[in-house]
């Protein structure tokens, strides 16, 4: 194994005058519709004895991004997972578009301006509809020492200088300042107040959630050309393509490829030998917002004994806080879907206890979840190793990426698609990913304009429109009108209808799981998802009379 490289259509017509406009061409959303009807038609195409480009393995963040990347470019590709788009690592992050300020801090100067350099792309490209300036805040409590506190104010300056030297405006994101105790008990009401001495307030990027953003990935290359194939499980792989198994039928094919990209994180060396990985655990707790009542920051806590390692409480647009994250390594073969240990919700809960006055217990706990990072192998704890991707190359040709973090999605996708052309010695044109914006994408002068409501512009863009549209032909025939398909499907449970339908009838939801775990992210507290199972088991048979009926 040798190492390459470190490192619509909508229904407003003015809006789509003004993305022209501002530079942001709309993607064709009948084109990049994922349904169940498009996948067998094109798994028939995959294996019809065609030789396509590239064949990626892995649809999670990065995996998605290598489909758009290189279908961008012009070439022929298939993607396929396993399971689903974002079954893996990418569905279980802070939902943060991370400009790299701790990598700084570690010396790793190129991963933190890469960083930078990746969440303004996002931020203001890719997918402004799915990110926000998240204002974070770090408490100066008693445990925190004047010299603490001047080392992460000095922090604070260096990553507003990575942000300048990326390129992102203070429009974007605000310059960091010092807040006085009384401004800072008013951003987080909870905060324990004896003894605080004021606060550092600094602004990063939030998501509105990581697998929408694999989604937005996934249907964008669709509508460039890929060929997206969930349940479809590669049983053996070259650097000629690979057999594969129909993971609904049964069936088994040979798939041949140009090149191939192994994208699968975590599982990337159950693939390819040599691919040596150390992965570490990162868990979060899911709060229901009553349980740090009022809460508008980010608050950040000094994890004890480390110098610069916090537990962050996340506050969601959705009545949830997510707590996390730890950093523990894991042994043996990974599983699907990790669990959290006990110790780690007892760490989570101690350390972001310390800084508020009500203390948050186990009983708080709505639900609890965890990932596992694909970290290279090295010396030392896994808290401490690189987040630096690398491209590797095995001997027969397979190209797999590992390492890296989901800010840097799209700079690995274009490192990994740069290496397989070279290998391949395939032509195609330059990256194109720097400037192309996702389906639902617009400046966000555009999306405040969007006759939608504001749940749904935040969650799919320009789109909105349409998802309401869409569930009115699918549930109206059914008795459904507006107000039902914009209620929530369960008391507490902010999620409607139409985005139920939505993810069947545009995002290649299968099933009940795809909907309420990845799609819609409800099953994030296990009580929400029981709740909301019946709404999405109606959706999915909606969907499935429609598209039964004639024509």
């Not at 396929?80 to 400009?99: E, N």
Request: net charge positive; with cysteine; proline share 6%.
């Amino acid at each position: 194994m040798t190492t390459d490289r470190t490192t619509d259509r909508t229904t407003d017509s003015s809006a789509i005058r003004q993305v022209s406009a501002a530079g942001h061409q709309q993607t064709n959303r009948s084109d990049s519709a994922l349904t169940a009807g498009r996948r067998a038609r094109e798994l028939a195409e995959a294996t019809d004895g065609r030789t396509v480009d590239l064949l990626v393995v892995g649809l999670g963040v990065t995996g998605a991004g290598v489909a758009l990347d290189a279908a961008s470019r012009g070439l022929s590709v298939v993607a396929v997972d396993a399971h689903d788009l974002a079954f893996g690592t990418s569905r279980w992050s802070s939902k943060l578009v991370h400009g790299g300020l701790r990598y700084l801090a570690n010396g790793q100067l190129g991963v933190a301006h890469e960083s930078a350099v990746e969440r303004g792309i996002l931020m203001t490209r890719t997918a402004p509809h799915l990110t926000r300036a998240l204002p974070m805040l770090i408490p100066l409590t008693p445990g925190v020492t004047r010299a603490q506190a001047a080392l992460a104010r000095t922090g604070l300056v260096a990553g507003d200088l990575l942000r300048a030297g990326a390129g992102t405006s203070r429009a974007v994101l605000p310059r960091p300042r010092r807040l006085s105790a009384t401004e800072a008990a008013a951003l987080a009401p909870g905060l324990r107040t004896p003894g605080l001495r004021g606060g550092l307030l600094s602004w990063d990027g939030q998501l509105e959630d990581d697998a929408r953003l694999v989604v937005a990935l996934a249907r964008t290359a669709a509508a460039h050309g890929a060929r997206i194939l969930t349940r479809t499980r590669v049983t053996a792989l070259t650097g000629a393509g690979a057999e594969i198994r129909d993971e609904l039928t049964g069936t088994t094919h040979r798939l041949a490829a140009r090149a191939v990209v192994n994208a699968a994180g975590v599982w990337a060396g159950g693939l390819v030998p040599g691919v040596t990985l150390r992965p570490s655990r990162g868990t979060h707790l899911v709060l229901r917002a009553a349980s740090l009542p009022g809460l508008a920051v980010a608050v950040m806590a000094p994890v004890p004994g480390e110098g610069n390692r916090f537990v962050f409480a996340l506050p969601q647009p959705d009545g949830l806080v997510y707590v996390g994250l730890t950093d523990e390594p894991v042994q043996g073969d990974p599983p699907d879907v990790p669990i959290p240990s006990e110790g780690e919700v007892e760490f989570l809960l101690d350390v972001i206890g310390s800084v508020f006055r009500r203390r948050v217990t186990r009983e708080d706990v709505a639900g609890a979840y965890a990932g596992l990072r694909p970290l290279l192998d090295a010396d030392g704890r896994t808290a401490d190793l690189s987040r630096r991707h690398a491209v590797l190359t095995s001997p027969d040709g397979v190209v797999t990426v590992v390492g890296g973090k989901l800010t840097t999605y799209r700079r690995m996708a274009e490192d990994a698609v740069d290496v397989a052309l070279a290998r391949a010695g395939l032509a195609a044109g330059p990256c194109r990913t720097r400037a192309l914006p996702a389906v639902g994408a617009a400046p966000r002068a555009v999306l405040e304009a969007v006759p939608a409501p504001a749940r749904l512009v935040r969650r799919y863009g320009v789109e909105a429109p349409a998802v309401l549209a869409s569930a009115r032909a699918v549930g109206g025939p059914a008795g459904l009108d507006d107000a039902a398909l914009l209620a929530p499907v369960a008391a507490g449970v902010p999620c409607t209808p139409a985005e139920l339908l939505w993810g069947v009838t545009h995002e290649g939801a299968l099933d009940v799981d795809d909907l309420l775990d990845r799609r819609t992210r409800i099953g994030l507290v296990p009580a929400d998802r029981e709740a909301a199972h019946a709404a999405a088991e109606r959706a999915l048979a909606l969907a499935a009379a429609v598209s039964a009926a004639p024509r």
